[in-house]
Every structure is written in C-alpha cells, then in structure tokens.
C-alpha cells in the first residue's frame, strides 16, 4: 500500500481525485500544497497529488514555484477533474443563509465564485482558508458564528452543513488539473479513461537576447509538436527575470522531443524534464447533494 501525500483535510478537491484514483492506498492528509510535496522528498510519502491548473481561474503558482525552486519530484501522472462549488452553513443558519457574515474557502475557489458572491452576497468579506475543506470544517466547529463555506457536497456530508445554493462557480465549464509526484520515474497508469500523454519541461532563456523565446517555439513549431500550454514565473533572481514552463502533448520520443531540447540546449537554452506521463480523468460521477 502506498502512502499519497494530499491537500487536506478529508473531502477537500484533491482528496476526491486521489479517492478515485488511489482507492486501495493510505492517503496523508496535509495543510499546504508545499508541505504534500515535502513530505515526499522526506519520505513520509510515496507520492504527492497536488492542484496545478483550473479551467477559471489558472495556474496553481504555489504548485509550480515549489516544484521548480524547492522540490526535485517528477510528475509521473495527471488527473483532471471536474470542480462543482457550493455555499455550505451550519444547519441552524441554513434559513438565514443570505445574512452570513464573512464567507471562507481556499482563494482558488473564492477566485472560482466571484460573480456569484458579487450579487448574492455584495461586500460580505471573505476570508482565505487552506483549502475548501478546511473552511467546512470550521464552519462546523464554530455553529455560534453565522458564516459560510465554497466547498464541495462530500465537504457538506463530512462536516455536517448544509448546501444552501449548488453550483456557485461562475462558468459552467469548471475543471482543475493535478499532478502526481514522485521521487522516483515510476510510469503510473490507472483503470481510469485517459486523457493523452504529455511531457512538461521549464525552459530558462540565456539573459536578454532578442528572439530567444521565438527560437524555443520555432524548435516545437517546425517538429509539429503541438503545445498544450506555456507559462512564464519569476526565477526570483531579480526584476524581469523568468522561466517557461512547458506542455508539450505527448510523452517524449525517440527524435523528435529530444530533438527539441538539444536544439533549445544549442541555442543557450536550460531545458529541465518535469516529467513525461499519461493524463487520466477522475470525478465523473458527479458527487451527490
Ligand atoms: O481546497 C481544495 O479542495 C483543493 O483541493 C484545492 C483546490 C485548488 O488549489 O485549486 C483544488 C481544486 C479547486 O480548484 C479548488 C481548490
């Protein structure tokens, strides 16, 4: 049995995709996004599931600077799963849930809910929590408080709320990415509908030379290798300085991945392999209310 490392507490997002796709391993409850991966590199765990994309709202940037300054782990695998975000009470406020006086969930899923909390719930502050999860449980553990929680209905069933309003996110369309992490490059597959392989890499540009980030698209461009996704972040060395972050979709090659990178690498180029996996979906039934 392995040990997954997850944002926590239980019914959290995450804990939902690693249930699906992880039901017969240990899974480790942790309080931050950084601490899941560390307890890998510590080995406290075997694996780490953790957020890195969401169809409204972006890139998870924790996920990505922790793994790119602090945390030398391999994505060995994707899981993408569909997000639904409640307004969650405490049943003895459900009749009043309109009067709460400050809403709390993970920033991604308030970020997820804007327009929602713009019309039904104008100027009631809200407040940041670890994650979804986190903000059900304290909304349990304080019923003398008249406040609310984004979360999901497994959230609701856990702690003991009550689903005043359902599928509160702002656009229909709502989805967030996890990677698997592992120290080592374990393949991983799951009896699970797959989504497509994929080979992530960060791509550091040699200082401030014209053209540089054309060249790295013209070495995918001319291969006909399709690019799902590319992002820039701060190296943190100072002002305007950046590392790509790059999809490409599919899993390297015998030429023409590795094609790619020497020619980046000739041209002055630090390409980094994150790692080279197959994409699966969880969630597909949809949870209950
Ligand atoms: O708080 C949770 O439930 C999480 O699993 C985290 C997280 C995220 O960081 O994006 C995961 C999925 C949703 O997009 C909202 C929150």
């Known amino acids: 049995m392995r040990k997954i490392a997850f944002l926590g507490p239980a019914a959290t997002f995450t804990d939902i995709a690693v249930s699906d796709a992880f039901p017969d391993d240990e899974r480790i409850p942790c309080v931050t996004i950084p601490e899941c991966m560390d307890f890998v590199l510590e080995g406290k765990a075997d694996l780490a599931v953790v957020p890195i994309e969401n169809a409204l709202e972006g890139t998870v940037n924790m996920t990505i600077d922790h793994l790119f300054h602090e945390a030398d782990l391999t994505i060995v695998g994707e899981l993408t799963a569909p997000i639904q975000q409640h307004l969650l009470v405490h049943p003895d406020h459900a009749p009043q849930w309109k009067e709460v006086g400050r809403v709390l969930s993970h920033p991604h899923a308030i970020a997820q809910c804007h327009k929602f909390l713009n019309r039904e719930l104008y100027g009631i502050p809200t407040q940041q929590m670890t994650s979804t999860a986190a903000a059900a449980k304290y909304v349990n553990e304080h019923p003398e408080q008249c406040i609310a929680a984004i979360a999901n209905s497994l959230s609701a069933e ?28 374990e393949e991983l597959t799951f009896p699970l509908p797959q989504t497509g392989g994929k080979t992530t890499i960060v791509v550091t540009l040699p200082t401030d030379r014209p053209g540089s980030l054309h060249q790295v698209l013209a070495t995918f461009a001319w291969r006909n290798l399709n690019l799902e996704k590319i992002e820039s972040r701060p190296l943190k060395t100072g002002l305007g300085n950046y590392f790509f972050i790059i999809d490409v979709a599919q899993r390297i090659d015998d030429v023409l991945v590795p094609g790619a990178f020497a020619e980046m690498e000739a041209l002055g180029c630090k390409v980094q392999v994150l790692g080279s996996y197959y994409g699966y979906e969880v969630g597909q039934t949809p949870s209950k209310i």
């Open 158 to 185: 856990e702690y003991g709320l009550v689903v005043v309003q359902t599928d509160i996110h702002d656009y229909h369309f709502n989805h967030t990415r996890f990677l698997v992490l592992s120290k080592t490059h």
